[in-house]
Nanobody
Framework: QVQLVESGGGLVQPGGSLRLSCAAS????????MGWYRQAPGKQRELVAAITSGGSTNYADSVKGRFTISRDNRASTMYLQMNTLKPEDTAVYYC??????????????WGQGTQVSVSS
């Protein structure tokens, strides 16, 4: 099994920045792709960004140019640098991981989520 723990959420003003972290533990050798999803109230959970162990990435159109996903394989940690935040970025952000290679569906393992709120 794999355990994922997110940190770094909070309240930020529009135009501000936040950095989310996701620490993986357990059977981390089985992890190939890691990603971030988000779910806003009344909306479906959506993929924000994903990254392979080799560094290939996939981003949602809504965050391209503003968010950057990265990964430290030795530390078993993934990051999401979020810049120029907008109110519509407000959501619970979830860390996810896959055994397989897909950058579009990352859903074998889930973290508990961290709240990101963008408001003045």
């Amino acid at each position: 099994q794999v355990q994922l723990v997110e940190s770094g959420g909070g309240l930020v003003q529009p135009g501000g920045s936040l950095r989310l972290s996701c620490a993986a533990s357990g059977s981390i050798f089985s992890i190939n792709v890691m990603g971030w999803y988000r779910q806003a109230p009344g909306k479906q959970r959506e993929l924000v960004a994903a990254i392979t162990s080799g560094g290939s990435t996939n981003y949602a159109d809504s965050v391209k140019g503003r968010f950057t996903i990265s990964r430290d394989n030795r530390a078993s940690t993934m990051y999401l640098q979020m810049n120029t935040l907008k109110p519509e970025d407000t959501a619970v952000y979830y860390c996810a991981a896959n055994r397989g290679p897909s950058l579009s569906y990352v859903n074998n393992y889930w973290g508990q989520g961290t709240q990101v709120s963008v408001s003045s």
